[in-house]
């Protein structure tokens, strides 16, 4: 039996594509990120904040928050990661990263950020982020005499302790 070509009209072509397109923006789905305002992390006084001791610190902290963490890739960077909601169509997840600064105004860096994929559009989700893991990290640093905090201004300055 010869298969013979289908001739489609102009209408179906275009009822095609109206149904197609949406439809391929649906299986695509979206990647959004908010961030948090960055911190500096500035050792006590009394205290000789090293790189290994802080991140230890917030290590263990982030994983009793329920955090992976991770600093095998970056030794000088600790990575913590943790999922926020783990839908079929739609996941979340808060990052938290700790760096080096420039070791004289800025001896480390604290940024934390929370990622979006999915089938959820970036209308839908909220810009705003706020991370109150880190906010309890950096309370728990003050109250272990280990270290503070400070918010870093869009102008690169710290402000005083958080």
Avoid at 121 to 128: A, L, Q
Wanted: net charge negative; proline share 6%; glycine share 6%.
């Amino acid at each position: 039996m010869p298969i013979e070509k289908i001739k489609w009209s102009d209408a179906v072509v275009n009822k095609v594509q109206v149904l197609v397109i949406p439809l391929l923006l649906l299986i695509a789905g979206c990647t959004n990120m908010a961030g948090d305002v960055a911190r500096t992390i500035h050792p006590a006084p009394s205290s000789a904040l090293d790189e290994n001791t802080l991140f230890s610190v917030a290590s263990e902290f982030f994983i009793g928050k329920d955090y992976e963490c991770d600093a095998r890739h970056d030794l000088s960077t600790l990575r913590c990661a943790k999922e926020l909601r783990d839908l079929y169509i739609h996941q979340t997840q808060a990052v938290v990263q700790i760096y080096p600064g420039d070791d004289v105004a800025y001896p480390h860096t604290l940024v934390t950020s929370r990622w979006d994929e999915g089938l959820i559009p970036g209308e839908f989700i909220s810009s705003e982020f706020t991370n109150p893991d880190v906010t309890a990290f950096c309370e728990y640093l003050q109250a272990q005499a280990v270290g503070s905090c400070r918010l870093l201004t869009e102008h690169g300055s710290a402000r005083g302790p958080e």
